[in-house]
């Protein structure tokens, strides 16, 4: 089987962090069969220009083929007109309509990955080149982007025509169903974990090497500071709790709200020990470092970085929201509270530190595939894609 790959949510060589769920799942489906990735970039006129202020313009730089995990990578570039969501699905689609047909008769499925533009887009062209299309849902492409006017009328219309809907969640397939999925073509794929990688460590070990205090507790949080990760209200929580002077809150990521964080920090009064982002290779040790791992998003679909600190052994505090309540099944696991309440936030986490538990418990109470599972299941939605295709073909 040979699978086209249409995402604007992978790495590169100016944000080599980016997306390292698709990168681990689609290196571990290039293992089971053919994959051609076109990882896309946003263009407009003058865009480097504009490289201090717009995603675009950094971009801008990102080289037209990459080798990512031995996987060739080509960097096509679509269309972008800032603020105009509605036609982003129709400029992606004519962006990339060129590129696409030069893999007529050479793949067997065209997969977006990510609802809008990508899963539009991927219905589109594969009309185009005469193969099936299989959309892959992971959080705010639903939860956010979908309940934008524009977008909700694509998805509706490009929902019922993919071959397969492929979600990471329970809510996620419920959703898409909602916007007209075939309830019998939208399969759970759950992103995996690397269980060599995440898993159990010395805590006092981890704090020596990242030269952090090994005394009293650490409060962490790994991702993108942004406003609806909820990084302002995690600030205003870690202020609440800063007359426990034991505690030492850190975070791991950079964003757009970086700044409005430093700035609330200090506000309040609070150290807060902004990191910076880092390598996948390094989030092990950091999660290790920690007591509580802390994520107080307004919108998830089922977030890797819980899955990897619950591997790892480290209690969650986490927003009730998405697929989070399908991972924390448990008190043993962690506490989940309501989104954009930091007083609440803050209770939970005090209550998380105030709370011995066994690291080895944690983890292996964690129900969660590795990533060569999760990319077989992938690969078995895409089979069926092609199947279901021939079906139709042959009647």
């Known amino acids: 089987m040979r699978v086209l790959i249409l995402t604007k949510i992978f790495p590169n060589s100016v944000e080599p962090l980016s997306s390292p769920f698709n990168r681990q799942q689609f290196g571990q489906l290039a293992r089971l069969c053919d994959v051609h990735v076109l990882a896309t970039i946003p263009w407009f006129p003058g865009a480097s220009a504009f490289a201090k202020w717009s995603r675009a313009g950094r971009l801008f730089e990102v080289p037209r083929e990459e080798r990512i995990d031995g996987i060739k990578v080509l960097h096509p570039r679509f269309a972008f007109v800032p ?3 509605g036609l982003s699905g129709p400029l992606y689609a004519a962006s990339l309509a060129t590129t696409a047909l030069r893999y007529r008769g050479k793949v067997d499925v065209v997969l977006g990955s990510w609802a809008y533009p990508d899963g539009f887009a991927a219905v589109v062209l594969a009309e185009m080149i005469g193969v ?20 909700r009328r694509g998805l509706a219309w490009a929902l019922p025509r993919a071959e397969r809907v492929v979600a990471v969640s329970e809510p996620l397939r419920r959703a898409a169903i909602d916007l007209g999925a075939v309830p019998d073509h939208v399969d759970v794929v759950p992103n995996g974990i690397d269980r060599a990688r ?10 020596q090497a990242l030269g952090l205090a090994t005394a009293g507790e650490v409060v962490l949080y790994i991702g993108n500071v942004e406003r609806h990760k909820g990084s302002l209200d995690l600030v205003r929580a870690f202020g609440i709790l800063k007359g426990r002077k034991s505690v030492s809150f850190v975070v791991v990521g950079d964003g757009a709200a970086m700044g409005e964080c430093r700035a609330l920090a200090s506000e309040l009064g609070v150290d807060v020990s902004f990191v910076g982002g880092k ?10 470092a920690c007591d509580v791992f802390v994520l107080p998003s307004w919108n998830e679909g089922t977030p890797n970085v819980v899955l990897e600190a619950l591997a790892c052994g480290r209690r969650v505090v986490a927003t009730r929201v998405g ?8 008190d043993a696991l962690g506490v989940l509270v309501p989104p954009k309440d930091p007083a609440a936030l803050a209770v939970a986490i005090e209550g998380a530190l105030s709370q011995d538990y066994d690291a080895d418990s944690v983890s292996a109470a964690l129900a969660a595939p590795d990533w060569p599972e999760s990319a077989r299941r992938l ?13 139709l073909g042959a009647a």
Do not use: Q, Y
């Open 323 to 330: 697929g989070t309540p399908d991972v924390i099944t448990s």
């Open 279 to 288: 390598p996948h290779d390094e989030i092990p040790r950091w999660m290790a």
């Open 379 to 391: 690969h078995r939605s895409l089979v069926n894609a092609c199947a279901s295709n021939a079906r």
């Open 198 to 207: 995440f898993c159990p460590r010395d805590r006092v070990e981890a704090r």
């Open 132 to 151: 099936p299309a299989v959309i892959k849902l992971h959080g705010s492409d639903m939860n956010v982007v979908a309940r934008l006017p524009g977008p």
């Open 83 to 85: 603020r105009s969501p």
